[in-house]
């Protein structure tokens, strides 16, 4: 029901709906916000996923060159340099012992599958968890965070 305010010289309508837009627009408000606060999580976890990767390359670099000296001490180095699981991630802990964590990235670890399948190429695979800014509380406070797994391989140029 409608009835007639008259202030001075003014006449407006009053209605059962005066306020509404502002719901509305709180509404908008707060549907943007999430999109962005979204949209920044996604990013520093692409972020965080990217300098796993690099990190992963490193590691896969210097486990490649990570011979194993028990074969080249008994057969020599006749043929092409072979590694092993073993040599390949021991050489990947050494180096992630010595590397700081990148920023974005709480905690990182060796997967099981690291190591060589074919004795010639080292393949490095890490999971980290990455430390998202704005959401990351809430995912922490529920148990559980965004895990980042990453693989990478690498080949010792020498045949």
Do not use: K, N
């Amino acid at each position: 029901m409608s009835r007639l305010f008259s202030s001075s010289s003014r006449t407006r309508m009053v209605s059962g709906e005066d306020g509404q837009i502002a719901v509305l627009i709180l509404g908008l408000f707060v549907i943007v916000l999430v999109f962005i606060l979204g949209a920044v999580d996604v990013t520093a976890a692409q972020l965080a996923r990217m300098r796993l990767l690099d990190t992963a390359d490193a590691v896969a670099l210097d486990a490649a060159d990570a011979l194993d000296a028990t074969a080249v001490y008994r057969g020599g180095v006749a043929g092409p340099l072979v590694l092993t699981d073993a040599s390949v991630r021991a050489a990947a802990q050494e180096h992630l012992a010595r590397t700081p964590t990148p920023p974005g990235i709480t905690e990182w670890s060796l997967v099981a599958a690291t190591g060589s399948r074919d004795g010639r190429t080292a393949e490095v695979t890490l999971r980290g968890r990455a430390a998202l800014p704005m959401t990351g509380w809430i995912l922490e406070s529920l148990g559980g965070g965004v895990t980042v797994t990453v693989t990478s391989r690498a080949r010792a140029p020498v045949s």
